[in-house]
């Protein structure tokens, strides 16, 4: 069975384009735990441009939660983080100028902040993951930096499935990554860019444990509503 974490970010997205109160990322967070999720997880970005840090404290106070943090190796954001006590974390990259995290954290460039900012969160047993290319040299740089999880960006799998484009050479990688990282003692996750024919796809190759879903499950709910949307993946995933 793979665990399903629901990224909430783009219900705050939402939320922001007026302004005000509605809809409220901590609601979506009990309704998506309610429908089935087996966690949540929220980006405090640099730039704040959707989750914000009242989300942050909201959603954490909530122990019934699972709360899964996805951060940029930003000492202020640790600081933030440390305070509000998620279950897990995630560092993954940030540019100011993306529209979404593009591609896996480059870990020689952020090697002395990521192996500091692993080391603290493991000392206050937050589980730790790295978001990376499905790349061997990265599983084995993660294992070095002391990750206890990765997650591998699936935005490329994801992409060439959703064109109807071969996507075998793609998942070989993948396929190689996960057994490489399972044989070294790291929980594999996945994520980006995924939507049921992903999850299908990914789900047969075996190993991985974790999927963090969320632009498509936002809205895909749009149509046939979270509860349905959330079932439906986890069908998937079972
Ligand atoms: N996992 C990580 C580490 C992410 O940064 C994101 C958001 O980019 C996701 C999963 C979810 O991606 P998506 O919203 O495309 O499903």
Redesign the pocket.
């Known amino acids: 069975m793979i665990r399903l974490g629901v990224?909430i970010d783009h219900v705050a997205t939402i939320r922001n384009a007026r302004g005000e109160l509605h809809p409220d990322p901590y609601k979506a967070a009990l309704y998506a735990m309610k429908c089935g999720a087996d966690s949540i997880?929220i980006?405090l970005r640099e730039d704040r441009r959707h989750i914000k840090d009242k989300d942050f404290k909201k959603i954490s106070s909530n122990k019934k939660i699972p709360l899964n943090l996805?951060m940029a190796t930003d000492l202020k954001i640790l600081r933030i983080a440390l305070k509000n006590k998620p279950n897990f974390v995630?560092i993954?990259p940030e540019k100011r100028n993306e529209i979404?995290?593009e591609g896996g954290i480059n870990l020689i460039k952020n090697k002395k902040k990521i192996k500091k900012i692993l080391s603290v969160f493991n000392k206050h047993k937050v589980r730790t993951s790295l978001?990376i290319n499905p790349s061997l040299k990265d599983v084995e740089m993660s294992k070095k930096l002391n990750a206890k999880c990765i997650?591998i960006h699936t935005g490329k799998i994801s992409n060439l499935i959703k064109n109807n484009k071969n996507y075998k050479n793609e998942l070989k990688t993948i396929n190689n990554v996960v057994k490489y990282a399972v044989n070294l003692d790291l929980e594999v996750h996945a994520?980006?860019?995924?939507d049921y024919k992903t999850a299908k796809v990914l789900s047969k190759i075996g190993g991985i444990k974790e999927f963090?879903?969320?632009?498509?499950i936002i809205g895909e709910s749009i149509f046939f509503g979270l509860k349905k949307t959330i079932k439906a993946f986890k069908d998937i995933c079972n």
């Open positions: 990224n997880t980006h996805e995630c993954v979404t995290t978001f997650e994520g980006h860019g995924m963090n879903i969320g632009h498509f």
